[in-house]
Structures are given as structure tokens and as C-alpha cells.
């Protein structure tokens, strides 16, 4: 049976494939009941204790929750570790040399918690939920010890089996060090289980981001937390509230997901729920819960406190699988000053959306009168939205916001602001808004422009695909690609997807969506300028406000295909030799296949001397892998069956 195209119609929530055989359903019952239910308390005292929604030791999402520094290590005699450098004189990508390392030691393990409410098995870093906080000063060094403990277990009647794991540390430019970048199949094979690896890398630039597993879908299954790096600012502030983590997130541990997801005749995969830092309560988890697992209504939110006539820097972070955030907070302004690793001009606005992987750091001054508001997360979701973006069955989050004095177990009376929806996903006019602080141009004409058509498809089983010019990736864990490269080996299998920029100094990549979905676009190893994005066809110009100096940052939406094809035009240069990963960053499409390896530079990487470390973790999988059966699902997933 050949191949058939799917075509999603997104207005009436349908999903519909070309061949009935491989037809699924779309589900349609959605929650509503949770945010009514909330205003309509009396109180926000949490049902469940913090060690049982975010893991002990973790205080994210408590009032207890620190403020962040200026930098690290100072003192009222101190010096700013950058010197002079500014947001707006200095060159971002050129860190400083600080001579400091920073070290951490994380552990990835299985553990159970409830972030809103259901109980279940989850990837946890050090037990928690998000893991810890990374920080450093911009040009420190980052040293992070991985020790593989993800053992199998059975809880609530569901084998898990033991498996590999590795961290990426999203955002970061990794120049000098691009062997631990984290990308299993790409920089490095996974880490065997009860093995570790130690990642040392230069925090290269400065701001908000995140680090998460790269094997498999595993982050969405817990396995990721906050990288803070202190660096200069575009504006500046009273109080650092620190990371803002959104992220949807589902009751079925992320292997069912994606077996749910590359199966044939299976509905799309849909969350369950939205959290905030972690958590929220739903008042009756059982409505939404799709399988067994226990549960405790009114788990908890998250709150904040703000202190009046001061402005506070939030640091905002989408760390979903799948689902679009527009973040809000009633009766408050965003002024947003970075968006992910590139600080901008500032701009204000009363929502601002976050694909995911992006970041903004926003500034919000408190000048109310009243002393509680709502801070809001909204997945615009298909069957809620006019647009739908995301699926999920409880599309809307909110925490508190105190001001000082406040009773801060009481529910706040703010009012949602109306927000428009967004056509196919993407504001038109954000290109013209986010112009970076630092000015860089991009060439006058690419060295080399790469054409690319994302599709969706099924293949001969019916199972789902998503391809980048007819190919859909699938990693090979066991002999990655840096690794060969740097020994001279250029040739590749086709399903590794391997673009050869060679020497050219700058490449344009113009992508054009086929498919019905939007799509965030992540390039590692760089920060690209956005060029345009748009319903096709492209006039050829630059969409900024001013076309010298257009937008920068690693993760870009690209729109909805639906119902003409879409575009989204990057470009970057070509200083970093190694091996980048371009890709969606749903967890659940680059497990299809949406996902090619650029390599650039390719003399000089076979000039790079690769640490002993990354030979001794394939020498480590390979020993395990010859112990067991791996069951490998989708692009990168290798579950192992003992």
C-alpha cells in the first residue's frame, strides 16, 4: 500500500487521512469546568504537599521560591563579571572569560509524583519536578555530571523498562564543544543505564533557557528544568522572580504516547492538563484522566509575590511536548526584553505567545490597587479555538499573583483580558516587535539556500510520518554522526537526513509547510535570523522593523499549512563546525521523523579532538544493547525489553 497524504481541517477539529484504513478519531471532550471551578473557591489552600506534586527539595511555584541575583558570587565589593559590556555595544555571541566553573550532579530516575493531582510515573532530575535550576554567569563554565539510575519498575499495573538517556542544553551555542551538545545519534550514543557522562561547555550567551532529555520524548516525561545564565540587560529591574516554566502535560507516561502517536488508527496524542511551574489543581482530575492512576482534587497551583511600585523580571520558559502557550497576567503589562537568548528593544504588550523551546523574559511593574491577580497560561486548543494550535483536554492554567499583605490563600477577582486568536498559530506582526538590542545584519545574499517541504504522511503500515523533503529522520543510537564526521566518514544513510553545507559561509534555509499543523522550528547551534514567515508565496523581503537588524533567536514558529501551504525563511552563519540538528520541537513530531542534521565547516571538524568520554558511552550502550532487545519506535526512540 503506498503512502497517503492526511489532511487535518483545523476549524471543525477533524482528522481526516486519504485512505479510511489508517482513519483515526480526533478526541473532542474537553474540560471546561476547571477554571469556573477555581474562581468559584474560597480558598487556594493545596490539597497535596510540595514533595508530592514537584518532588522534594523543590520550591518552584512556593512563595518560599528565592529571587535570582543580578550574578552570581556577589558582594557589595564585587565587579560585574562581564566588565562594560552591554546589551546594546556588545556583541552577545563573544562571551567574556570568566575562569569560573560552575558544577552539578544530576541524577535521572524514575519516581512518582502529582503534578496536578494524578499520580504517576514520571522521569524525574535529582527527584524533582521540574529538576534544579542551572546558573551561571555568562562565560562561565558549565559542568554537569549525568548518572544514568532510570531502573525498571511496575507501578499502577505498567511495565518500565530500563533505558538510555542524554541532556541537551537548549539554546546554547556549544562553540568550542560541540560533542556535548546532547543529541543522542547525532554528538553522542545515549547513557547506558547505571553509567554516567560529564558535559563541561562555555555558558556562550546570556538569559532564560532550559536544559532537556534529548532521547526519545523523555522530557515529556519529566526529564527537564531551568538554565538561568546572568548576563546584561535591555531594561532594567527591581526583582527577579526567576523561571516561569509552562508546559501542557499528560497522564500516560510518554512511551504510551508515542506508541499512541506512530500507531496506525490512533487518535492524535492529546494532553491531559496545563501547569505552571509544575502544577495545578484540577478540581476533579478523574473527568480527565485517561487511565487509572489515583488521584487528589485541588493539588495546588502556583504563586507568586509581587512587591508594590517595584518591576519584576519573569523569566518565561515553554517546556511543553506539544501545546502553544499565550501568556498573560490580568491588569498588568508585559514588557518583554529578551526573547530566548537575545535581548530586544523592549516592547509591551498584554500577552505574548511561546512556541515550544522558546523563552521570553518579560518585566511586569505592580501599580494596582487591588492585591491578587490571576496569572493565566492558554493553549489554544482544537474544539476550544477558532485556531486551535495544540490539543489538550484542559487547555487553560492559572496561578496567583500577591501583592505584599495579601492574604495569599485567597483567590483572586481579576478578569481575563480577550484575546484575539492568532492566525494559524502565529502573530504576523511579532517580526516587526522583536528587534534585538545588539544590531547584526544579515549577509546581503546567502552563501548557499537550502530549499525544504515539511509533509504528513502515513507510510505502508499506516503509521504516522511527518518527512522534511520526502525523508523522515530515524537516528541510529549506536553510531552517531559527529563521531564520524570528525574520523572523515561525510556518507551517510539516507534516513539520517544529512544536509552537507560544506564550506559556504552562510546558508538560507526556506521551509515550506505542506502540513496541517504549526511548527517550532529549532536550529541547535545557533541563533538565526528570522527572515519571514507567512502563507506562501514569499515576496522576497526581510519582515522587520528594521531589515539591517531583523529578528534573532533558536526557536521560530513556523505556521499552519492549512489550508494553503505556509513558510518560514531563516538564516544564519556558518561559524560553528559540527553537526546541528533542525527540527519541530513537538516532542511528538520530531519522534515522526520531522527533523534533518546540517553539518558545516566539515574540514574543521575533523580537525576537532573528541574527549575519551563520548568512545567509552558507545563502547557502554554497546554493551547493553547486546544484552537486550530495543524496540525502536519512532525516530529516536529505543526502549529496551529485557
Not at 82 to 109: L, Q
Not at 308 to 321: C, E, Q, V
Not at 344 to 352: E, G, L, R
Request: net charge negative; charged share 15%; with cysteine.
Amino acid at each position: 500500500m503506498a503512502s497517503t497524504n492526511v489532511f487535518f481541517a483545523a476549524n471543525n477539529a477533524t482528522f481526516a487521512i486519504g485512505d479510511p484504513i489508517c482513519t483515526p478519531g480526533l478526541p473532542v471532550s474537553l474540560n471546561t469546568s476547571l477554571i469556573p471551578d477555581i474562581l468559584n473557591s474560597t480558598t487556594l489552600t493545596a490539597g497535596l504537599s510540595q514533595d508530592q506534586t514537584n518532588g522534594p527539595n523543590s520550591v518552584l511555584g512556593t512563595l518560599n521560591a528565592p529571587t535570582l541575583p543580578l550574578y552570581l558570587d556577589a558582594t557589595s565589593n564585587s565587579t560585574v563579571p562581564w566588565g562594560n559590556a552591554t546589551a546594546f555595544d556588545t556583541n552577545p555571541e563573544v562571551p567574556p572569560s570568566t575562569g569560573v566553573t560552575r558544577f552539578y550532579n544530576f541524577t535521572v530516575s524514575r519516581g512518582v509524583l502529582s503534578p496536578d493531582g494524578v499520580n504517576r510515573s514520571m522521569l524525574l532530575v535529582n527527584g524533582q519536578f521540574p529538576g534544579p535550576m542551572i546558573e551561571a554567569n555568562w562565560g562561565d563554565t558549565i559542568n554537569v555530571t549525568v548518572n544514568n539510575a532510570i531502573e525498571s519498575a511496575t507501578e499502577d499495573g505498567i511495565s518500565y523498562d530500563t533505558e538510555g538517556t542524554a541532556l541537551h542544553w537548549h539554546g546554547l551555542l556549544q562553540k568550542e564543544t560541540p560533542y556535548y551538545d546532547g543529541v543522542p545519534s547525532v554528538q553522542q550514543c545515549p547513557i547506558a543505564p547505571q553509567k554516567s557522562f560529564s558535559y563541561s561547555f562555555q555558558a556562550d550567551l546570556y538569559g532564560t533557557s532550559w536544559y532537556h532529555s534529548h532521547y526519545s520524548a523523555q522530557y515529556g516525561g519529566g526529564a527537564f528544568g531551568p538554565m538561568i545564565v546572568y548576563g546584561p540587560s535591555s531594561a532594567s529591574y527591581d526583582i527577579d522572580l526567576g523561571p516561569v516554566m509552562l508546559s501542557d502535560w499528560a497522564h500516560d507516561d510518554y512511551y504510551q504516547l508515542v506508541e499512541m502517536d506512530v500507531n496506525p488508527n490512533q487518535i492524535p496524542v492529546t494532553a491531559n492538563s496545563t501547569l505552571i511551574n509544575g502544577k495545578i489543581l484540577l478540581t476533579d482530575p478523574s473527568i480527565i484522566s485517561s487511565s487509572d492512576h489515583s488521584c487528589v482534587a485541588n493539588a495546588g497551583l502556583s504563586k507568586f509575590k509581587f512587591t508594590p511600585g517595584k518591576t519584576h523580571r519573569l523569566r518565561l520558559i515553554n517546556s511543553g511536548a506539544e501545546g502553544q502557550v499565550r501568556f498573560s497576567i490580568d491588569n498588568h503589562t508585559l514588557e518583554v526584553i529578551a526573547t530566548d537568548f537575545v535581548p530586544i528593544q523592549p516592547w509591551k504588550n498584554t500577552t505574548v505567545t511561546l512556541g515550544i523551546g522558546q523563552r521570553m523574559d518579560v518585566l511586569v511593574t505592580a501599580d494596582q490597587d487591588a492585591d491578587a491577580f490571576w496569572m493565566r497560561a492558554s493553549i489554544p486548543s482544537f474544539g476550544t479555538s477558532d485556531t486551535g494550535c495544540s490539543l489538550n483536554f484542559q487547555p487553560e492554567a492559572l496561578a496567583a499573583i500577591y501583592y505584599d499583605g495579601a492574604d495569599t490563600d485567597s483567590v483572586p477577582h481579576s478578569t481575563a483580558q480577550i484575546l484575539p486568536d492568532p492566525a494559524r498559530c502565529v502573530d504576523p506582526t511579532e517580526l516587526f516587535q522583536f528587534t534585538p538590542a545588539f544590531p547584526m545584519t544579515p549577509p546581503s545574499a546567502p552563501a548557499f539556500t537550502q530549499h525544504i517541504q515539511v509533509n504528513l504522511t502515513r507510510n505502508e503500515t499506516c503509521s504516522t510520518l511527518f518527512t522534511m523533503n520526502n525523508v523522515s529522520f530515524r537516528g541510529n543510537y549506536n553510531n552517531p554522526i559527529l563521531p564520524q564526521a570528525a574520523a572523515g566518514n561525510f556518507s551517510f544513510a539516507e534516513e539520517a537526513n544529512v544536509y552537507n553545507f560544506g564550506t559556504n559561509s552562510s546558508v538560507r534555509l526556506y521551509v515550506q509547510n505542506l502540513s496541517p499543523i504549526a511548527h517550532p522550528m529549532h536550529l541547535h547551534g545557533h541563533n538565526f535570523w528570522v527572515l519571514a514567515q507567512g502563507i506562501e508565496p514569499w515576496d522576497g523581503s526581510i519582515q522587520a522593523a528594521d531589515p539591517s537588524n531583523p529578528a534573532r533567536r533558536d526557536v521560530q514558529i513556523m505556521p499552519s499549512g492549512s489550508p494553503t501551504p505556509s513558510y518560514l525563511v531563516i538564516e544564519y552563519e556558518t561559524n560553528n563546525p559540527g553537526v546541528w540538528p533542525f527540527h519541530c520541537h513537538i516532542a511528538w513530531h520530531v519522534g515522526a521523523g520531522l527533523y534533518i542534521n546540517t553539518i558545516e565547516q566539515p574540514q574543521a571538524i575533523t580537525e576537532v579532538e573528541l574527549p575519551d568520554v563520548l568512545a567509552q558511552t558507545c563502547d557502554d550502550w554497546s554493551a547493553f544493547t547486546a544484552d537486550h532487545v530495543v524496540d525502536q519506535i519512532d525516530s529516536g526512540l529505543r526502549i529496551v525489553r529485557s
